[in-house]
T-cell receptor
């Protein structure tokens, strides 16, 4: 069966520090991968998605970047965090036709 | 511009008091309309996908329906454990992504 792993679960980082969040999927190959962000009391905003290794589409201009170094690995990064980067970050995957499955999320607080 | 709008933003029900959540959409070439449940501090959990007007799907106390302009999530005789935020989202034909509404926060009280 397919599973999605996302870590860490919580993270507190100072302003100006770097960020790296990792997401991996098991039990499938060549999935579409996604990073969403959810602000408090808001819906999910799509940040990046990838349809294959090295292929990244950015949905909104921001202080973040994404990379897909391996088929089932998706990384969200920042060189210098801003206060406005705080939020709940969610990774998701789909194999194109069988629904979208979400990870358990990372709560990021920038202080 | 494609979008989904969910109402109400929040809903408080007594246990056993049935109700419906609404998801209105304007989407060119809708491929699928999705419903998710999200508990606090957790990722969304998939409930249903609806693909064409007139389609209905059920799971326990939940039933999702779809028309050409909106989708409803009907909750029959809810229990406190049904308390959560319910999110709807759409996928366009030829697209590779889900676009979400802002959700309905449901609280079911004893």
């Amino acid at each position: 069966s397919q599973t999605i792993h996302q870590w860490p679960a919580t993270l507190v980082q100072p302003v100006g520090s770097p960020l790296s969040l990792e997401c991996t999927v098991e039990g499938t190959s060549n999935p579409n991968l996604y990073w969403y962000r959810q602000a408090a009391g808001r819906g999910l905003q799509l940040l990046f998605y990838s349809v294959g290794i090295g292929q990244i589409s950015s949905e909104v201009p921001q202080n973040l970047s994404a990379s897909r170094p391996q088929d089932r690995q998706f990384i969200l990064s920042s060189k210098k965090l801003l206060l406005s980067d705080s939020g709940f970050y969610l990774c998701a995957w789909t194999d194109r036709g069988y629904g979208y499955t979400f990870g358990s999320g990372t709560r990021l607080t920038v202080v | 511009e494609d979008q989904v709008t969910q109402s109400p933003e929040a809903l408080r029900l007594q246990e056993g008091e049935s109700s419906s959540l609404n998801c209105s959409y304007t989407v060119s070439g809708l491929r699928g309309l999705f419903w998710y449940r999200q508990d606090p501090g957790k990722g969304p959990e998939f409930l249903f996908t609806l693909y064409s007007a007139g389609e209905e799907k059920e799971k326990e106390r939940l039933k999702a329906t779809l028309t050409k302009k909106e989708s409803f999530l009907h909750i029959t005789a809810p229990k406190p454990e049904d308390s959560a935020t319910y999110l709807c989202a759409f996928e366009r034909g030829g697209g590779n992504k889900l676009t979400f509404g802002t959700g309905t926060q449901l609280k079911v009280e004893l």
